[in-house]
């Protein structure tokens, strides 16, 4: 298993890493994909748990949601009737217009239950989903706009003088798969007492005490690329750390209750795509929020 996983992140992480320093468009088509997989996976968890969701409409609805999400991300790259969209729906925004329509639409599509339990778990289940991955995941592509104060996305920064986004996408990166590396090999090899028994019984106190700790020195790396002062590692370490392991253990949740142990089987040694994702779900808004209300930078 550890060895499947090893050649998996092998072969992965370069092209992501790719990708990451190509920046946009690549980057957000990466995003829409991956929605895409994982849109696919989450339906199905939610099949299984027994809430009914309409797979084709759902499917859609999320790529919808994510795609005006990650519009909303490039807005300084788009012109034209896309541009005249993002005005038109700022404030609240294209994101927030797009999941208002697909609530709406999916509560028409409930009204055909014919019992009404049925129909509202089909609802709330569906409209839980698109949130889950369509409103989070563009948060991804949002990280490679952050730029500073009066400067650029493009703006080269910290000491390898790399552009603002790449530096700060290479900060969710590093810090995501630090904590997750730090804790499973912690917990691996000495994990005894169990975090949330009732959630994920594989998880420990000392995996997360290990993720922590990694997860804080790939933050002072991912603090050098930026250029952030000496004490922020110390916040954003243990701040993203738990961030991450709240995304993993809420994708755990689902699994359990969808009587799953992986989203799906599409990354070797690791499960599906949203099983992979599911830390940077969360940890991606935080990053960004960090960035914006604490670090300075601006989208």
């Known amino acids: 298993m550890l060895r499947t996983r090893l050649i998996t992140a092998v072969i992965l992480i370069p092209v992501i890493v790719a990708v990451v320093v190509f920046g946009e468009p690549w980057l957000s088509l990466l995003v829409a994909v991956v929605v895409f997989l994982a849109m696919a996976e989450l339906i199905a968890l939610l099949d299984a748990s027994g809430f009914e969701p309409p797979q084709v409409l759902g499917l859609a609805a999320g790529l919808l949601v994510a795609g005006a999400g990650l519009i909303s991300a490039n807005r300084v790259l788009v012109s034209g009737l ?19 329509a697909v609530v709406l639409l999916l509560a028409v599509v409930a009204f055909t239950r014919a019992d009404p339990k049925r129909g509202f778990m089909t609802w709330a289940g569906t409209s839980f989903g698109v949130a889950y991955i369509g409103l989070l995941a563009p948060f991804i592509a949002a990280v490679g706009h952050l730029a500073p104060s009066g400067g650029a996305a493009t703006t080269q920064l910290g000491w390898l003088h790399l ?7 290479l900060m969710l990166l590093l810090v995501v798969w630090g904590y997750d590396t730090g804790a499973y090999l912690t917990g691996r090899w ?3 007492r169990r975090l949330i028994e009732n959630i994920s019984p594989s998880k420990t ?3 997360l005490a290990g993720g922590l700790l990694l997860a804080t020195v790939a933050a002072g790396i991912g603090s050098a690329l930026i250029g952030l002062e000496a004490w922020h590692p110390l916040v954003l370490g243990p701040l993203m750390g738990l961030v991450a392991q709240a995304g993993d253990l809420a994708e755990s ?11 799906g089987f599409l990354v070797p040694g690791h499960g599906g795509i949203l099983d992979r994702i599911d830390s940077f779900l969360f940890a991606a808004p935080v990053l960004v929020g960090y960035a914006l209300l604490v670090a300075g930078f601006t989208l």
């Open 82 to 100: 896309l541009a005249d969209l993002l005005r038109a729906t700022d404030p609240p925004g294209l994101a927030i217009v797009s999941y208002a």
């Open 163 to 169: 552009q603002s986004g790449v530096a700060w996408v």
């Open 190 to 192: 000495l994990g005894r």
């Open 205 to 207: 106190v000392e995996g």
């Open 253 to 263: 949740m689902l699994k359990r209750a969808a009587g799953r142990k992986e989203s």
